[in-house]
């Protein structure tokens, strides 16, 4: 079926016939340019008339063989204060940069540290500071001098609470580049022990990326934000995530894990193509 919109014929002789169709099948339209044609005689302009309307409608009948491909939606849970993520988050960023075209990732926080876990970080100094070498060995991130000596001091104190609305505030101005923008939260942090309890942080950061640095600071005070970030936190919970970092695929109306801790990426990449090939085996 075919709505035919607008046309306008002058069948003089040496007229010109101008017809412009614009068809509409389902939710795909189907518009074809201004078309010229110098008619000789009449009868001619009827003939040219009805082989242009036979040719819109088989157009519109044929199959489009040009629609997008559904991607691999990912969910990416993450924490800002958990030094696995700060490892992982390059893993992420990598695969979205190889496979755009064919995955998407949507990162939430995961409210690791609230309510009563929320301390003075020399309470697991000792833990952390140990497990920072063998993170750094299989990770590649690396952790800064600033960040241990913040460590061994043992006063400092955060929750994931504010870089979690930071991270919900930068998607309110920009879908992109998510990631990566939590990821840099992540790098101020572990490499040059910057205060995460400061909102002009994570406005400088937000400038980085090409963001107004006052507007970001405006929406960093606004309760929509905060009630965001805990609505990430109870999706994480009801999703079942218990550790971080987590990716989760998309699967039906709901999710599978992929991994929970740090994978590599070539561990994700196998997954990835193993999806990719059994989507395609199915059409």
């Known amino acids: 079926m075919f709505d035919l919109q607008k046309y306008e014929l002058t069948l003089d002789h040496n007229s010109l016939l101008l017809i412009e169709l614009e068809l509409k099948t389902n939710n ?3 518009n074809m340019q201004l078309v010229n044609y110098t008619i000789m005689e009449k009868t001619n302009g009827y003939a040219v008339l009805l082989l242009l309307l036979f040719m819109a409608i088989g157009s519109a009948n044929k199959p489009n063989t040009h629609q997008q491909k ?3 939606k990912l969910l990416y849970v993450y924490d800002p204060l958990c030094g696995w993520c700060y490892g992982f988050g390059p ?6 940069k190889n496979y755009k075209s064919d995955v998407d990732v949507e990162i939430i926080s995961g409210g690791m540290i609230m309510g009563d876990r929320i301390a003075p970080v020399g309470n697991m100094a000792g833990y952390i500071l140990e497990a920072i070498p063998r993170l750094e060995r299989m990770t590649g991130a690396a952790f800064g001098e600033p960040y241990k000596q913040l460590l061994k001091e043992g006063t400092y104190v955060t929750s994931s609470e504010k870089p979690s609305v930071a991270l919900c ?7 992109d580049s998510v990631v990566s923008y939590g990821h840099t939260i992540q790098t101020s942090f572990y490499k040059y ?6 909102d002009t942080l994570y406005a400088d950061i937000a400038k980085s990326f090409g963001i107004d ?4 600071l405006i929406r960093m005070k606004d309760s929509t934000y905060l009630n965001q970030a805990h609505a990430e936190f109870k999706r994480a919970t009801a999703l079942g995530v218990t550790g971080f970092p987590t990716l989760l695929m998309k699967q039906g109306n709901g999710y599978v894990k992929i991994s929970e801790g740090y994978a590599s990426y070539e561990s994700i990449e196998k997954y990835i193509q193993k999806e990719m090939k059994s989507a395609a085996e199915k059409k």
């Open 28 to 30: 795909t339209c189907y």
């Open 70 to 72: 559904e991607k691999i």
């Open 91 to 96: 893993v992420v960023e990598k695969l979205e």
């Open 169 to 175: 505030v930068y998607k309110s101005f920009k879908k």
């Open 193 to 198: 022990a910057k205060d995460l309890n400061n």
């Open 213 to 216: 640095r006052a507007q970001f």
